[in-house]
């Protein structure tokens, strides 16, 4: 009776759920539209309209493409979380419970629309992923990525000529960063030559496009710029001369700080990278309380530069951040346990003290890891005054530091994780704990995973018996698991290929629609493929609508092409709806949709749509585009819009990187203790920009 009883409990955990109410209506982070409209939400006390998006802006997480941080968002955070959401440092109308803002922010490794394309080293969607292990693919030329001629020849002159024009604010930023991507994969000399194209421009009177400059030095990642960076971030004498300014004002000094640290993970000199963690020591520690843009700026730089280690004979004592990786460690353990640092700045610390501890390299101590891992998840599950924003950023570091073996800190941080998802304080903590503690399940450690079943059940637990919130977050959090069971080419369970059939198919919501689509694409079962086709003719939301596109994109289905391109060919004025069936025509290799997305580009005079086309054009990456944008950059007769869109495509186009530069700061990013500088919105954050 016991074996029977046990075979059928994940079939009873579905029956429940079917039973379970369907909770009805929408939640919508910032700039996604809730309606057909194509408007934004307001919130209380907008009399005007949402700010035009930039070149550089159309999609940050969350937001629907071409209108980067729209005010909007539903009015009010859920009961019992009122709190800080990004950029405020106090109270926010954000609503930021949605699923969508995880996804939004976490979803490039999974997309990876051109790893879908090139053969790349790491598995898309893995944990090195986006940690610079997959970055960069060489191999015979075998896609259709630009020719070394169209990127020597053509575009970066073009985008050289967009610069020195200066047509408008908008255009600046387009060859910014388009110049800096393609820099970054140049010889020295030409690099030396881009920066000296870009240094200029941290003197621009507008400071946003002097903040973008900053980026666009750090994502060049030509050595010698660590130092203007590091002046810049130090407010030295030498740094308010580079910035032509009195004092570099704080929001450019943060803006260094991201950029000393794209450019800090993407060299390969040891020097380089002391000298940046040198840095952002010495700013952190000088930054004060007053705004966390400068402290969070400089902790979270520092977790994406791992130094080597140093085999330091007391490494908990290191005294140097720069002297080494458990320097480094040393520091941000200090920052996180200082109560009288700033709440965004001990949450910052706290992740990146995981991603220093995970980054590759030779000789990690083992005590260290577990002393430091023990200290997250004692964050995480102490009883004592913690702050809010900080047990969150352990529940996420856990769910990179622990695997599923019978380690006694991984049990421990495991036991954790279980306890904080039924039971802590905030939603945020508990959702972020669903997310962990689904990746942490399958991780390998050194023994089998042990309690592998006993997540899922809990989770299908949460998908049959919670609020309709909590059930999206369960059914990502289910397809996390199998994709992570499916790594070794398991089979996804049974029970949950069953549930999220029935969530997907029973979806009247577009919330619950967008979420469970999601879920069944990140499954990767075929078998799902029925049901997303319903989605797709069923659902009049757009929104929706994006989603479920790019979940058959993600399953990979060849029956998709068709639907997926006449869905591209009619959404002329559904921006999301078109980013999101061009994402996945990329994905499925489609050899038509760059025709289609050019035809799009060089008619629209819609900046929402425009953004979308760019951004889609710059993922798929395809030399085709490139004789068709360099006419729309410098044709006269094209609108400014159009025209810099044309140069964030061609940016995009020619980047040799699998993915997104933003992806570096994006993933596992507690976006909950956001400064404006990281995120904004307004739009004016560092993920905010394409």
Same mark, same amino acid.
């Given at each position: 009776?016991?074996?029977?009883?046990?075979?059928?409990?994940?079939?009873?955990?579905?029956?429940?759920?079917?039973?379970?109410?369907?909770?009805?209506?929408? !939640?919508?982070?910032?700039?996604?539209?809730?309606?057909?409209?194509?408007?934004?939400?307001?919130?209380?006390?907008?009399?005007?309209?949402?700010?035009?998006?930039?070149?550089?802006?159309?999609?940050?997480?969350?937001?629907?493409?071409?209108?980067?941080?729209?005010?909007?968002?539903?009015?009010?955070?859920?009961?019992?979380?009122?709190?800080?959401?990004?950029?405020?440092?106090?109270?926010?109308?954000?609503?930021?419970?949605?699923?969508?803002?995880?996804?939004?922010?976490?979803?490039?490794?999974?997309?990876?629309?051109?790893?879908?394309?090139?053969?790349?080293?790491?598995?898309?969607?893995?944990?090195?992923?986006?940690?610079?292990?997959?970055?960069?693919?060489?191999?015979?030329?075998?896609?259709?990525?630009?020719?070394?001629?169209?990127?020597?020849?053509?575009?970066?002159?073009?985008?050289?000529?967009?610069?020195?024009?200066?047509?408008?604010?908008?255009?600046?930023?387009?060859?910014?960063?388009?110049?800096?991507?393609?820099?970054?994969?140049?010889?020295?000399?030409?690099?030396?030559?881009?920066?000296?194209?870009?240094?200029?421009?941290?003197?621009?009177?507008?400071?946003?496009?002097?903040?973008?400059?900053?980026?666009?030095?750090?994502?060049?990642?030509?050595?010698?710029?660590?130092?203007?960076?590091?002046?810049?971030?130090?407010?030295?004498?030498?740094?308010?001369?580079?910035?032509?300014?009195?004092? %570099?004002?704080?929001?450019?000094?943060?803006?260094?700080?991201?950029?000393?640290?794209?450019?800090?993970?993407?060299?390969?000199?040891?020097?380089?990278?002391?000298?940046?963690?040198?840095?952002?020591?010495?700013?952190?520690?000088?930054?004060?309380?007053?705004?966390?843009?400068?402290?969070?700026?400089?902790?979270?730089?520092?977790?994406?530069?791992?130094?080597?280690?140093?085999?330091?004979?007391?490494?908990?004592?290191?005294?140097?951040?720069?002297?080494?990786?458990?320097?480094?460690?040393?520091?941000?353990?200090?920052?996180?346990?200082?109560?009288?640092?700033?709440?965004? !700045?001990?949450?910052?610390?706290?992740?990146?003290?995981?991603?220093?501890?995970?980054?590759?390299?030779?000789?990690?101590?083992?005590?260290?890891?577990?002393?430091?891992?023990?200290?997250?998840?004692?964050?995480?599950?102490?009883?004592?005054?913690?702050?809010?924003?900080?047990?969150?950023?352990?529940?996420?570091?856990?769910?990179?530091?622990?695997?599923?073996?019978?380690?006694?800190?991984?049990?421990?941080?495991?036991?954790?994780?279980?306890?904080?998802?039924?039971?802590?304080?905030?939603?945020?903590?508990?959702?972020?704990?669903?997310?962990?503690?689904?990746? %942490?399940?399958?991780?390998?450690?050194?023994?089998?995973?042990?309690?592998?079943?006993?997540?899922?059940?809990?989770?299908?637990?949460?998908?049959?018996?919670?609020?309709?919130?909590?059930?999206?977050?369960?059914?990502?959090?289910?397809?996390?698991?199998?994709?992570?069971?499916?790594?070794?080419?398991?089979?996804?369970?049974?029970?949950?290929?069953?549930?999220?059939?029935?969530?997907?198919?029973?979806?009247?919501?577009?919330?619950?629609?967008?979420?469970?689509?999601?879920?069944?694409?990140?499954?990767?079962?075929?078998?799902?493929?029925?049901?997303?086709?319903?989605?797709?003719?069923?659902?009049?939301?757009?929104?929706?609508?994006?989603?479920?596109?790019?979940?058959?994109?993600?399953?990979? %289905?060849?029956?998709?092409?068709?639907?997926?391109?006449?869905?591209?060919?009619?959404?002329?004025?559904?921006?999301?709806?078109?980013?999101?069936?061009?994402?996945?025509?990329?994905?499925?290799?489609?050899?038509?949709?760059?025709?289609?997305?050019?035809?799009?580009?060089?008619? +629209?005079? +819609?900046?929402?749509?425009?953004?979308?086309?760019?951004?889609?054009?710059?993922?798929?990456?395809?030399?085709?585009?490139?004789?068709?944008?360099?006419?729309?950059?410098?044709?006269?007769?094209?609108?400014?819009?159009?025209?810099?869109?044309?140069?964030?495509?061609?940016?995009? %186009?020619?980047?040799?990187?699998?993915?997104?530069?933003?992806?570096?700061?994006?993933?596992?990013?507690?976006?909950?203790?956001?400064?404006?500088?990281?995120?904004?919105?307004?739009?004016?954050?560092?993920?905010?920009?394409?």
């Amino acid at each position: 009776m016991d074996h029977l009883r046990r075979a059928l409990a994940p079939f009873a955990v579905v029956l429940a759920f079917l039973l379970a109410a369907h909770g009805h209506g929408s !939640v919508f982070p910032p700039g996604v539209p809730p309606d057909n409209s194509g408007k934004p939400p307001r919130r209380p006390g907008d009399s005007a309209g949402p700010p035009v998006p930039r070149p550089g802006q159309p999609a940050g997480p969350g937001t629907g493409a071409g209108s980067p941080g729209a005010p909007g968002g539903n009015p009010g955070l859920p009961a019992g979380d009122s709190g800080a959401g990004p950029g405020t440092g106090g109270s926010t109308d954000l609503d930021l419970s949605s699923w969508q803002w995880w996804w939004e922010f976490n979803k490039e490794p999974y997309l990876a629309v051109r790893a879908h394309q090139r053969t790349a080293g790491v598995e898309s969607g893995s944990d090195g992923f986006y940690l610079g292990r997959g970055r960069r693919v060489r191999r015979a030329r075998a896609d259709r990525r630009p020719t070394e001629v169209q990127v020597v020849e053509q575009i970066l002159p073009a985008l050289q000529a967009a610069l020195a024009a200066r047509d408008s604010n908008d255009m600046v930023t387009g060859a910014l960063l388009g110049i800096a991507r393609i820099g970054n994969d140049r010889p020295g000399p030409e690099r030396a030559a881009l920066e000296t194209a870009i240094l200029p421009h941290l003197q621009e009177p507008n400071r946003q496009l002097a903040e973008i400059a900053a980026l666009a030095l750090g994502l060049l990642g030509h050595d010698p710029s660590v130092l203007v960076l590091g002046e810049l971030v130090l407010d030295t004498e030498s740094g308010r001369r580079a910035a032509g300014a009195h004092e %570099v004002p704080v929001r450019l000094r943060a803006f260094a700080a991201y950029g000393l640290g794209i450019l800090g993970a993407r060299t390969e000199n040891e020097d380089v990278r002391r000298y940046a963690v040198h840095a952002l020591r010495r700013a952190l520690e000088g930054a004060g309380t007053a705004s966390p843009d400068l402290a969070v700026a400089c902790a979270s730089a520092l977790g994406r530069i791992p130094l080597t280690w140093s085999g330091a004979a007391d490494p908990g004592a290191a005294p140097i951040a720069s002297s080494g990786r458990e320097g480094q460690i040393a520091f941000l353990r200090g920052i996180v346990g200082d109560e009288n640092a700033h709440r965004f !700045v001990r949450a910052a610390a706290a992740t990146s003290l995981a991603f220093l501890l995970v980054a590759p390299g030779e000789g990690c101590p083992a005590a260290l890891a577990a002393e430091v891992g023990e200290e997250i998840r004692e964050d995480l599950a102490t009883r004592r005054k913690v702050p809010r924003e900080l047990r969150q950023s352990a529940a996420i570091a856990l769910g990179i530091l622990a695997d599923g073996d019978g380690d006694p800190f991984d049990a421990r941080a495991r036991r954790a994780l279980f306890a904080a998802a039924r039971e802590a304080g905030d939603e945020g903590t508990r959702r972020f704990a669903l997310i962990s503690l689904s990746r %942490v399940a399958v991780r390998p450690g050194r023994g089998e995973a042990v309690e592998a079943e006993a997540v899922r059940t809990e989770i299908l637990r949460f998908l049959g018996g919670g609020g309709a919130e909590t059930r999206r977050w369960a059914a990502l959090a289910l397809a996390l698991l199998e994709r992570g069971r499916g790594a070794g080419e398991a089979v996804p369970a049974p029970a949950v290929v069953q549930a999220l059939h029935i969530c997907t198919a029973d979806a009247n919501a577009p919330a619950d629609c967008g979420a469970f689509a999601t879920a069944t694409g990140l499954l990767g079962d075929p078998s799902g493929v029925d049901e997303l086709f319903l989605q797709l003719g069923a659902q009049d939301e757009e929104v929706a609508r994006g989603y479920v596109a790019v979940a058959l994109g993600l399953l990979q %289905v060849p029956s998709a092409l068709a639907p997926l391109q006449e869905v591209a060919q009619e959404a002329t004025y559904q921006p999301w709806l078109l980013r999101g069936a061009a994402i996945a025509l990329g994905m499925l290799g489609d050899p038509d949709v760059v025709d289609v997305l050019l035809e799009k580009l060089a008619a +629209s005079q +819609s900046i929402s749509a425009q953004a979308s086309i760019a951004q889609a054009l710059g993922r798929i990456g395809d030399d085709r585009t490139v004789e068709p944008l360099l006419a729309l950059l410098t044709d006269a007769r094209g609108t400014s819009g159009s025209r810099a869109f044309a140069a964030v495509a061609l940016g995009l %186009v020619a980047d040799e990187d699998l993915l997104p530069w933003t992806t570096l700061y994006a993933v596992d990013a507690n976006y909950r203790a956001a400064p404006p500088t990281l995120y904004d919105p307004e739009g004016l954050g560092l993920l905010n920009f394409l």
